[in-house]
């Protein structure tokens, strides 16, 4: 009886597989490269990407006039508070010729908001506006980067606030750069002479797309609650750049040809067409996040955002080796360890991670600080190892209620309380000091 194997399971051995790859290396080298697309593909059609990307749009709408009011805002003290629009106008230009109109009416938005009226009350909604949208977009590249544990509160407003005063100045100094070089006589000699001219007149169209490819390479590296490398940035960010372009010259001839829509919505078409332009930046923006996460991590590519299920044996050997290190790092007087630290040393995501730490924290063994620092939550010889051992195996918040109400039989309760006796035995007596100083 022969067994019909699935295609997609047939196409993941093909990808992932050695042994049932051709012996040839470039072919080998070229169904590597294919692991990253098809990863990006399967995790778009599990929808949860997608899913993300929609409430972002939601967000959106309610967010980009005290976002943009806030860079004004920063803008403002500088004198380069006009510069902003511009780049409002290039974000908008996919949706076609009425980009201008859109632009126009959201900047009298903005200097509705920036009119004084709002007072204290609603400056404070607007910074928590602000603040909020940061970090439903970390929440996003968190999900992304497999990344449980968001910034603390303090974290938060110090970073986020940085970001968006950061942010707009980054933007229009780069942008002024690039005018100020359009201007030099040297750029218009050379502007004035081919090949220079042609060369020079494409760097100036693509020096949006320059400018997007480096905001999504900073986002990729400074927004998920995780180290992120550069290399793995800087590829998110140059592919989420050329697919925003593409998408964006696309998504304009889409727009220019489809007349219907204008007849049928009237004035709602440009409205359900921004929705739809911002709907598509933001699935690009996250397609990066994932691709700069794949590249930092290829060993997940296979199972991509599955849930990651581990054994109760894995889930003790990860709880001593992290109480292994915090108690080293304590008794040593070292740095104190942070999750995505430790996630990084035992080569594991900070998802699995995190329901250890939770589990460990809800039992006082460790305690984390404002700082998100991992310290023993007491003397190092007032941990017992099997205290250690306890937290994480009953980690389900009602399992004793369960358990209380399962009819279990006696012979095989037998058993098990030998289980119980013997790792009781082994590790009477034993505390997180012994386990850190015995190779001493």
Known sequence: MTVKIDPIHRLELLLFEPEHQP????????LTLLRYPYALLRDLWQGEL????MGLVYTT????????AFGFAVLKGLGLHHELEPVIYEFLKPIGYQAAGMTAQLIAFVDNTRSGVLGSVGLGLLLYTVISTVQKIEESFNFAWHVEQPRSIVRRVSEYLSLMVVGPIFLVVILGLFGALADLRFARWLASHEPFGSMLAGLGRAAPYIVVTAVFSFFYMFIPNTRVHAKAAAVGGVVAGVLWAASGALFTQIVVASTRMVAI??????FLVTLIWVYL????????????????????L??????IRMTSRLRERL?????????KSFIDGAPAWNLKALAERLEVPGSALSSISASLEKAGIIIATEREQLVPGRALDQIGMHAILTAVRDEQQY???????????PDADAVADAVEASIRERTAGETLRDLVTRGI
Do not use: C, D
């Not at 012996?23 to 070229?30: D, E, I, V």
């Not at 709880?319 to 108690?327: R, V």
């Not at 399992?399 to 039989?409: F, G, I, N, P």
């Open 281 to 300: 930046s933001w699935i690009i923006l996250l397609i990066g996040a994932q691709l700069s996460f794949y590249v930092q991590n290829p060993r997940y």
């Open 319 to 327: 709880a001593l080796s992290m109480m292994y290190l915090i108690g």
């Open 399 to 409: 399992e004793s209620w369960l358990l209380a109400r399962a009819r279990t039989e």
């Open 61 to 68: 709408l309610l967010s980009i006039v005290p976002l943009v």
């Open 265 to 270: 919505y009237a004035g709602f078409a440009i």
């Open 23 to 30: 012996q040839l290396p470039l072919l080998q080298k070229l």
């Open 50 to 53: 997608n899913l993300r990307a």
């Open 302 to 307: 296979r199972a991509g955002q599955a849930h």
